[in-house]
């Protein structure tokens, strides 16, 4: 038995040593998902508190990011607000063009027409409320050099106003970073100051990188732009308004 012990000894010391793989950098790791047909889900609490609990307001967002060869090209994603005045919007971004349905809409759109096409928003991919894109390279560089180390393998850090600006947000705000196994990012919160008295926080989870995300537009009979909305509006609120002798279209509410 000892002769049998002192040969597995000596051939495990014959055995080369693997080395080590060297820690995978995020922002590489980030691009590398840029693949078209590709991407992740997405899915958000963010919260505003007060001093008055009555304007306190809780919106969560739940969808998926579709990308492309460098970056996001295309999202679909629900937003609910629970507060004062709930509400339910569904954003989908794609072609360069974005889409919103939202039930306080409803009631303007024209027989047959559920989405209004956003033509101020040309371009943009609507994909979070973060004050900052999580999903740009040069925003988690810019956040894992400003970030400590934190329990549960989280990164926080601040940002002062100069700083935020270069990711795309206004304002200071503090964050927390979480990493997968992968380096990419899984877990990213943010916290602003607002108006005296009042705090916004958001807590973005981020899950299932590399699934396959295709996302469409609506169908073009379903939709009518935002421009030709306003004009229906007030060429109803014209109709209406020559029944009543001084012209006043206030009452109706409907500019409300």
């Given at each position: 038995?000892?002769?049998?012990?002192?040969?597995?000894?000596?051939?495990?010391?014959?055995?080369?040593?693997?080395?080590?793989?060297?820690?995978v950098?995020p922002?590489?790791?980030?691009?590398?998902?840029?693949?078209?047909?590709?991407?992740?889900?997405?899915?958000?609490?963010?919260?505003?508190?007060?001093?008055?609990?009555?304007d306190?307001?809780?919106?969560?967002?739940?969808?998926?990011?579709?990308?492309?060869?460098?970056?996001?090209?295309?999202?679909?994603?629900?937003?609910?607000?629970?507060?004062?005045?709930?509400s339910?919007?569904?954003?989908?971004?794609?072609?360069?063009?974005?889409?919103?349905?939202?039930?306080?809409?409803?009631?303007?759109?024209?027989?047959?027409?559920?989405?209004?096409?956003?033509?101020?928003?040309?371009?943009?991919?609507?994909?979070?409320?973060?004050?900052?894109?999580?999903?740009?390279?040069?925003?988690?560089?810019?956040?894992?050099?400003?970030?400590g180390?934190?329990?549960?393998?989280?990164?926080?850090?601040?940002?002062?106003?100069?700083?935020?600006?270069?990711?795309?947000?206004?304002?200071?705000?503090?964050?927390?970073?979480?990493?997968?196994?992968?380096?990419?990012?899984?877990?990213?919160?943010?916290?602003?100051?607002?108006?005296?008295?009042?705090?916004?926080?958001?807590?973005?989870?981020?899950?299932?990188?590399g699934?396959r995300?295709?996302?469409?537009?609506?169908?073009?009979?379903?939709?009518?732009?935002?421009?030709?909305?306003?004009?229906?509006k007030?060429?109803?609120?014209?109709?209406?308004?020559?029944?009543?002798?001084?012209?006043?279209?206030?009452?109706?509410?409907?500019?409300?």
């Amino acid at each position: 038995m000892k002769r049998l012990l002192a040969a597995a000894v000596t051939a495990a010391a014959l055995i080369p040593a693997v080395p080590a793989q060297a820690a995978v950098d995020p922002v590489t790791a980030l691009k590398r998902q840029f693949a078209p047909g590709h991407g992740v889900t997405i899915s958000e609490t963010a919260r505003i508190e007060s001093k008055r609990s009555r304007d306190d307001e809780v919106t969560r967002m739940a969808g998926s990011v579709e990308f492309g060869a460098s970056g996001p090209v295309a999202a679909d994603v629900v937003f609910r607000t629970v507060g004062e005045d709930d509400s339910r919007q569904r954003w989908i971004s794609v072609g360069g063009k974005v889409y919103v349905q939202a039930a306080d809409l409803a009631d303007d759109l024209p027989f047959g027409r559920t989405w209004v096409l956003m033509e101020h928003l040309k371009g943009s991919v609507i994909t979070s409320a973060q004050p900052v894109d999580v999903l740009r390279p040069t925003t988690v560089k810019t956040l894992l050099a400003h970030a400590g180390s934190l329990r549960d393998g989280l990164r926080q850090g601040a940002l002062t106003p100069a700083q935020a600006r270069g990711t795309g947000a206004y304002e200071a705000f503090s964050f927390r970073l979480g990493l997968n196994s992968q380096a990419l990012p899984d877990r990213v919160v943010t916290g602003q100051n607002g108006t005296p008295g009042s705090r916004s926080t958001v807590e973005t989870r981020l899950s299932g990188w590399g699934a396959r995300v295709s996302v469409k537009a609506p169908p073009v009979d379903e939709v009518i732009t935002y421009k030709d909305l306003v004009a229906e509006k007030r060429a109803r609120a014209e109709r209406l308004s020559q029944a009543i002798p001084d012209g006043s279209t206030s009452s109706l509410g409907l500019f409300d």
